[in-house]
Every structure is written in structure tokens, then in C-alpha cells.
């Protein structure tokens, strides 16, 4: 029961406080009366730790696969410190898989570093990559060129829905 609470809360990204809240008891021992919900100080814990040892496993096998095929998209952004950061999915006809986020810190976001960095996540995925959607600054644009001299059969491009924004 602990585990599967946690994964709710991980999966929804409700805060960990209100698995205390007293009707969330109260539902889960109308079933059974003798459960114990985890605290946030476990879902915070040792059950996180779990989960995602448990996730990354299942996101590594299934990367692993002869028959899956993904397509990379990386998102640069800054949080509320003001922090450069880019994310990494790997996206697949039936998933979306968080592969890492990157602080940047001052290292600029030139075509150069764009297309390094894009082709660092290509060579860690070993199953089939057929490239990559980025944001659609200049940058990005000259980073698709030097990423489709180096991968000529595979796909850069610019997100649809910044291009429309």
C-alpha cells in the first residue's frame, strides 16, 4: 500500500503533506481498517529512493529494447533562481521518458554546445533514435545543420508549438 500511495504522489506531483490529511485515512480504512498510510517523511525518503530506483530500471530496459524507437526533445529554461537548464525526453509512440535535466550554469547556449550536448544524450540511448526536436532560436537552427552532418539519416527540427507561439 505504501508503495503504491508514493507512486501517487510522485506520479501526480501532489505535496507529500497531504498523505496526512485525515479523510485520505479515512477512504483507505473504510477498505481496510488496519492501514497505515506512509508519512511525507517516507515518501520523501526511502520510498523515493525505491520508486525511482524501480523507474529508472524500467526506463533502461525499455531503452534497451531492438524494437523501440524514440525521438529526443530538449527544452531550455530557467527556474525561479534564475538557473539555466535544459531537460531531456526521450518520446516513443506510446511513452514520454524524463531522461535528465542539466544546469548549465554559465556555459552559453550556442549551436556548438547545443548540437555536443544533443549528441552526448543520442550516444547514451541504446536503442534506435531518429533525432531531435529543440526550441527554435538561431542557435538551435545552426546546431540541426552540424547535428545532421554528423547524423545524416536522422531528423532536427524546431517544436511546432514554439514555432506557432
Known sequence: VEENVAMHYYMTGSAFQRVEEAHLLKAFQTCRPDVILPSRRKLAGHLLDSAYSQVKEKVEVYLSSCSTHVGITSDAWSNISNESI???????????????????????????????DISRIIKQIPCSVAGAVTDNTSANKKAWKLLKLKYPSKFFHGCVSHGIN
Not at 90 to 112: C, M, N, P, R, W
Open 86 to 116: 535544459v531537460n531531456y525526453m526521450a518520446i516513443s509512440i506510446d511513452k514520454s521518458l524524463f531522461l535528465e535535466s542539466v544546469y548549465t550554469g554559465e556555459q552559453s547556449h550556442d549551436s556548438e554546445w547545443i548540437a555536443k
